[in-house]
Every structure is written in C-alpha cells, then in structure tokens.
C-alpha cells in the first residue's frame, strides 16, 4: 500500500463510519447521550438559580458549558464500551479500508451549513419580536441537536481513527496515534456547544428584557403571553 497517512487516515475514517452504522447504533446512543446532558445541564441551572444567579443570559451558557463536560465524560464511557466490542480484523471493515476512496471530511460542509443558517438573524431584541426570538433560539438548539446526533457515526469513527490504525497499521507502517480521544471529541463537537450556549445566552438576554424580574423561561414566557 503506498498512500501517504494523511490519505489512510481518510480511508480509515470512512471505513470506520461503515463499520459502526452497521455494527452499533451511534445515533441512538449519541441521542441517549445528549439526553443525559441535557438533564445534567437543567440540574446545573437549578443549582445556579439557588445559589442566586438569576440572570437567565449567564445561568444557561454556564450550565451548557457544565453539561459539556457531563458530555464528553459520557463520550468517554462510550468509547470504551465500543473499544471492548471494536475488532479491527473485521472482514468487512479491513475492505472498506482497502476499497474506499479518500473524500473529503463531511463535517467541513457540514461546518459551513450550521454557520449559514445563522446568517442574518437579529439579535436586538424588542417589545415586537421578544417571543419570536426565543422561538428562533429554541429552534436553533433543536437543529444543532438533529445536526450533532445525525453526525454520530463521523463522530465515534474519528476516535476510532488512531486506533483502528495503531491496532492495523503501526507495525507495518510505523503510523503512530497522533490524536488523544478526547481532542477528536472536542473538535467534533465544541461548534455545537458554541451554539447552542450562545443561543440560550441570547435567548436568556431577550427574556431578561421582555420579561424582567422573572428566573426561569417559563416564568418569562408566562409574563410575556399574559402581557
């Protein structure tokens, strides 16, 4: 085989996404995951509000940031459970890796998709459009959470990147791991994270405007809708 690493890796990465959408269920695990920190990220405001903070635009980001790092402890279990499963010598995951052209990453469009849809949109809140942009903010949260969990199987397959090729290939080709699992978590998954925060923050600022003195969305929306 005389690909360069770079283009083995890209061989790899798509085998690998093959291996677990056939092998695992990475989009339903990834939605149990996202699950579970979406209840750390609720408890961690709960806690925020009894400890006094109140303002609704520094509580969310803030409990979101939290329940990031609930996130890639869950990431973490995750890959170790599939680690336990994983076999490298698998016979239709070695000829994905041989037959599968190198193409480029999916996530760079995916990247460009998730900023697009941001564009253009009005953050200044006012007395006419407060609930539409707390609709706006919800929604986004639930696009960037279909977008995260339909991209599950890049995910878990860009962990297992090194892995699969210390496991096949470091001994024949002296390709070493140059990536910890958790850098590849991150780097697949901080965009999200940065959205779904500053989406809340703006969410949480336009409820603190329309709504002043409430703690929580539902007290905010209930003023709002009463008038």
Same mark, same amino acid.
């Given at each position: 085989?005389?690909?360069?690493?770079?283009?083995?890796?890209?061989?790899?990465?798509?085998?690998?996404?093959?291996?677990?959408?056939r092998r695992a269920?990475?989009?339903?695990?990834?939605?149990?995951?996202?699950?579970?920190?979406?209840?750390?990220?609720? !408890?961690?405001? *709960?806690?925020?509000?009894?400890?006094? /903070?109140?303002?609704? +635009? @520094?509580?969310?980001?803030? $409990?979101?940031? &939290?329940?990031?790092?609930?996130?890639?402890?869950?990431?973490?279990?995750?890959?170790?459970?599939?680690?336990?499963?994983?076999?490298?010598?698998?016979?239709?995951?070695?000829?994905?890796?041989?037959?599968?052209?190198?193409?480029?990453?999916?996530?760079?469009?995916?990247?460009?998709?998730?900023?697009?849809?941001?564009?253009?949109?009005?953050?200044?809140?006012?007395? !006419?459009?407060? *609930?539409?942009?707390?609709?706006?903010? /919800?929604?986004?949260? +639930? @696009?960037?959470?279909?977008? $995260?969990?339909? &991209?599950?199987?890049?995910?878990?397959?860009?962990?297992?990147?090194?892995?699969?090729?210390?496991?096949?290939?470091?001994?024949r080709l002296r390709?070493?791991?140059?990536?910890?699992?958790?850098?590849?978590?991150?780097?697949?998954?901080?965009?999200?994270?940065?959205?779904?925060?500053?989406?809340?923050?703006?969410?949480?600022?336009?409820?603190?405007?329309?709504?002043? !003195?409430?703690?929580?969305?539902?007290?905010?929306?209930?003023?709002?809708?009463?008038?």
């Open positions: 085989m005389t690909d360069d690493p770079e283009t083995m890796r890209d061989r790899a990465r798509h085998a690998l996404q093959r291996y677990f959408t269920l990475p989009r339903f695990t990834l939605g149990l995951i996202l699950v579970f920190t979406g209840t750390a990220g609720f !408890g961690l405001s *709960l806690g925020l509000l009894k400890l006094g /903070i109140t303002n609704m +635009a @520094v509580r969310y980001p803030a $409990a979101v940031l &939290g329940a990031y790092g609930v996130f890639l402890l869950l990431i973490r279990l995750w890959v170790e459970l599939e680690k336990a499963q994983f076999n490298p010598d698998d016979a239709e995951l070695q000829e994905d890796f041989q037959s599968t052209p190198p193409s480029p990453y999916i996530l760079k469009t995916t990247k460009s998709r998730t900023w697009d849809w941001l564009d253009g949109m009005d953050f200044v809140p006012d007395e !006419g459009c407060g *609930l539409a942009i707390v609709l706006a903010a /919800i929604a986004a949260v +639930a @696009v960037t959470i279909c977008m $995260a969990i339909a &991209g599950a199987p890049l995910l878990i397959a860009e962990i297992f990147v090194d892995i699969f090729l210390t496991s096949v290939l470091y001994r390709i070493a791991a140059e990536e910890h699992w958790l850098g590849a978590a991150v780097r697949r998954t901080w965009l999200y994270v940065l959205i779904t925060a500053a989406a809340l923050a703006v969410m949480g600022f336009t409820l603190e405007i329309c709504a002043p !003195g409430s703690d929580t969305i539902g007290q905010a929306l209930k003023r709002m809708i009463q008038g």
